[in-house]
């Protein structure tokens, strides 16, 4: 017989786990691809969450609840295979083929240095969110978010203009009471905002305000976004909606690179590691945002500083 | 947000776990229904370990092994499956259809009281192995064999004769190299096979020898299978084929019932459990087979007499 490894199978390699949760078309793809980017692909494994749906669509068409429900979900899988990954283990997730509805043959999911799970519900258990390293959510305003999802759905998935807002009013309660609270889990909460009285729409790259909560250990800002640099990016003091106190980094959809490359820099050099600034943050359209190049460069401080303490302590430190 | 209960999700409850494991056609599936139908189909869940084939049958086509062989199959993902279940967690199970040989959509399986693995591999390792509370192995004479695989992948599986040969030819250095050596690690060795001299075929009640080793508990077989009964059931003490120690029951496929049906009820009281002797034993094809029947009931004593130690322990006792 072959000789075959005991179990756990792997030699106590740990990736560091990222959650990016939010709805439906706001942002989590992009911002997903920018970090494997970023990293490279060799180096990220990522995962939507949402492949832990329940039911097909033909099932989910006979049922009182959308997508966005946890009972439309094996939330207790998806927690399972959660905790395994953490641990540097390999799942074989399920599939959900988003082109035509159905559940398919799973795939095997092999932990990398990262390993980042977006979708709709990766925050909305403790279970779950215990898995994670750092954790963020995207909140777009709701104006923003039905225009990215219209056009995405008309666009990528073939539905008509009228089904997409249909379908948004559908959700609308089940939003509410499951995707939105999860907000409040997150360690990093961006909002993409175009400022309309400055002429920027929801097309343009947008304007953005990331909230950095003390719930993690961030990037030293306070040393880094100072007033020098206020045209393009500015740090305040804020509360949250709940009252309870945040970061509050601005950064203007505007900002022309020769101001934010410093910054990006400045955060680099606080990490302190062997490798360059990768050279493609922040792309989106063949464009540069500066906001989506500062969000990526946060969560990418969470991930090499991670890097080394997600893994086990060595035997000598036992 | 709704309660979710913390990781795990179970409330402690573990399941009776066993493991069936041969070669294709040894009549593992027979053996499982029959427990499924004695217990209940509500106590009984069970798996067939061939699910966790890595590539469909066209993929499969164009690799120099056959579905018998481990790196066909995601092993470490069955033994990762096997160890939540023994912990009385729920699994998504990868479903390998046989009919059209496709990866299909996986399929929740909850724990029961008892947990049935049968297929090619559930004690290729020392991972998969360490899951379960008894393990059989089933040990068909090659020539039963093969005339049982003929029959069964002709009638229901839609196969030519000259092409389940091939196939039998095909698989058998990989039966040699990864299934027969399993044999050494069951507590229980069955071997269903017609006395030729006696007028019996492999279309026949077949007689069996039953191999117990003393790597588990089993049923007290001394006290209860003795002379009086030789004429339907005898126990001799043997050495098996690696010269180990075992109990070899002999069980004459056409006992009548009044012979088998008091050892049964002794095998049965020695138990001392709270519910009747299952009526249904050893039924195949619509007829009683004794040899059956006792490989079913000294399977169900491991089963009942495990339902208690399976359990975490009492608060009070830990």
New interface residues.
Partial sequence: ??F?P??P?QGGFRPVMLAIAGDSAAGKTTLTRGLVEALGRERVVSLCVDDYHRY?RTERAEKPFTALH?DCN????M??HL??LAMG????K?VYNHGNG?????V?IEPRELCIAEGLLPL????AR?CFDATVYLDPPEGVRRVWKIKRDTGKRGYAEEQVLAELDRREPESAE?IR?QRAHADIVVRFDPIEGRGESAQHLPSATILLRPTAPHADVVAIITDDVKKAVHLKLIRDEDGKPVDAIHVHGYAPPELTRPIEEAIWADLDVDEPLPSNLGMLDGEHSPSLALTQLLLLHHVLRNRGSARPMPEENK
């Avoid at 283990?89 to 074989?92: A, D, E, R």
Wanted: charge should be negative.
């Fill in positions: 017989m072959a075959r005991a179990y199978p097909d946890p094996y939330v207790e899988i927690e399972q905790h395994l283990q390999t799942v074989l399920p159905m559940l398919e043959r799973p095997l909305y258990t403790k279970a215990s499951f609270p």
